[in-house]
Nanobody
Framework: VQLVESGGGEVQAGGSLRLSCAVS????????MAWYRQRPGAQRELVAY???????RYLDSVNGRFTISKDRDWHMLWLQMNNLKPEDTGVYYC????????WGQGTQVTVSS
């Protein structure tokens, strides 16, 4: 499975961004997909995930502001981010769980105050 993220950028606090992850390869083996982020000086953390059954979960600090979604056959994964805050700044990674993890290259999100 290959994952390619896009949609990052710089935005002012209160603004919105939509991240996209294009998925290719053995999509039929995907169990779940997720967005992770790595903020400056911090470890990578799980932001949101969605399962094949469309169950979703969110990091508490983004719940109500971010929405993870996918298309029917795992061609695309998205993360709609609203009301962005400076603490959301970081590199955002797309992840696919096929029993082992696959990662994209990451996309930078910068939120200025």
């Amino acid at each position: 499975v290959q994952l390619v993220e896009s949609g990052g950028g710089e935005v002012q606090a209160g603004g919105s961004l939509r991240l996209s992850c294009a998925v290719s390869g053995e999509r039929f083996r995907i169990i779940a997909m997720a967005w992770y982020r790595q903020r400056p000086g911090a470890q990578r953390e799980l932001v949101a995930y969605v399962t094949v059954g469309t169950t979703t979960r969110y990091l508490d600090s983004v719940n109500g502001r971010f929405t993870i979604s996918k298309d029917r056959d795992w061609h695309m994964l998205w993360l709609q981010m609203n009301n962005l805050k400076p603490e959301d700044t970081g590199v955002y990674y797309c992840n696919a769980d096929l029993g082992m993890d696959y990662w994209g290259q990451g996309t930078q999100v910068t939120v200025s105050s």
